[in-house]
């Protein structure tokens, strides 16, 4: 427990130094209320975003992840005319992605791990899970199955109707606002589970042992383990950028992959 | 650990006499794979299919589960001619989607979901994670985020080409394969990692305590803890029905949900 809350400490006093005020307001909410409670402690997060991502010219399997780029990134609904303006520069393979909510959560204890689980899913981010390393890190996983995936040029050539893409628009930026809508329902399920359980608030260089009540409930019918937490490999808790997919690969046809 | 053995030969009961041989063969191979070893037990599966999925006509919020209708699931690569024909019938929002391998596997405990979560990474498949419920039930699930969400009507209009229906059915035929290929994978790494594991075979029926020297050290290192297991609300080890969505909700256009 100890050695969570050091290690805590010295990736939030990083994160002071790093891309501060470049999390959109709703997630920095998201990450302010977890980041003040001693258990947890996000590693990354994505607000959500619409993506125009192109593979190589030519299909074929094995092209590496390096191959790909991304014409167009947008975490706020976007326009028919800029889609069109960043397919003018596509010569391969684009498709076209809207990406849900994502955020990385490493959390002290496996029930820990649970309350964030259980707000994760009720809030309507059903693929939300756990991940428990072999060193004993826990990490959260708050995800959505809420996207979009279109294929929309093949070796450089338009396949759609400019009609299309701004219908298409339209369906994302839909998309885009329920995301929104679940971020607020997270963060106040969150809010009201944390009050609930009680919790313990702590400042980024303190550590603490002060537990309430029903925490000590929770932590008695599981069997209290130190634990070996490393550093997350991935880095300052900001957002993803183009190119960072921990998630998932960038399948645009099979064989092209991120 | 003697509870999820009972548990576990009363599902598979159960199962001899539901829809045997329904499952893919390669789905079906997996799936006897795992419940031949005695701490895990598979709840449902898909081994991946294409669907046409309509919602309501009106485009509105809140529109119920029950007004989505399926036009189309194949769990083969399919034609042009095939989708096609299946749009004939639309007469609200159509959106084409490929949906990859899932499978739900329940663990007798924390390390049985690890060593299956990292197969399943392992093996292409990066939204995997685990859940642990309330009443100490562990759920692995194998998830991955190589899709297709394609819209192709508003309010039964048909907003793309033949062309482009064909170039779709072409990429998601692909997917499909790519999709084969890593259930096979899947396969051969779980294999070897129970090889290595050692694991414990065991009848539908009879429960079993003999641990092999590699698992007796995994346990060391967590604390065992007795586990009362409820049995999954999911029902039979088969494959997803069309409506059979407990992993997400199908929402085609923000507002319309399953």
């Known amino acids: 427990m100890a050695a969570f809350g050091r290690w805590k400490a010295q990736r939030l006093a990083r994160q ?5 005020g470049a999390l959109d307001e ?3 909410g998201v990450v302010r209320l977890l980041n003040g409670r001693a258990p947890f402690c996000t590693t990354s997060s994505c607000s959500g975003r619409l993506v125009l991502a192109e593979g190589g010219a030519a299909l074929s399997a094995g092209i590496p992840k390096r191959r790909c780029r991304w014409l167009l990134v947008a975490h706020e609904p976007c326009g028919c005319a800029d889609v069109m303006a960043a397919l003018e520069n596509a010569t391969g393979n684009v498709v ?3 990406e849900p909510f994502v955020l990385h959560v490493l959390c002290q204890e496996l029930q820990d791990a649970q309350l964030l689980h259980s707000v ?3 809030s309507g981010f059903k693929n939300s899970g ?3 390393g ?3 890190k826990i990490m959260m996983a708050v995800r959505s199955a809420h996207c979009l995936e279109v294929p929309l040029t093949h070796m450089g050539k338009l396949m759609v109707s400019e009609e299309y893409i701004e219908f298409l628009v339209h369906v994302a930026n839909q998309k885009m606002e329920e995301n929104a809508t679940r971020i607020d329902r997270f963060y106040k399920h969150l809010e009201a589970a944390l009050e609930a359980a009680g919790g313990v608030s702590s400042s980024p260089s303190t550590d603490t042992g002060q537990v309430h009540a029903v925490y000590v409930r929770r932590r008695k019918r599981k069997t209290a383990r130190e634990q070996d937490v490393l550093p997350s490999p991935e880095g300052h808790n900001e957002e993803l950028e183009p190119g960072d997919d921990p998630e ?3 399948d645009i046809f099979a064989g092209i992959t991120l």
Not at 16 to 20: A, E, H, P, V
């Open 134 to 136: 072999r060193g004993g």
């Open 248 to 250: 998932g690969s960038l």
């Open 120 to 122: 994760a899913i009720e």
């Open 130 to 132: 756990i991940t428990v």
């Open 26 to 28: 709703r997630v920095a």
């Open 16 to 20: 002071d130094c790093s891309r501060r």
């Open 96 to 98: 076209f992605k809207f």
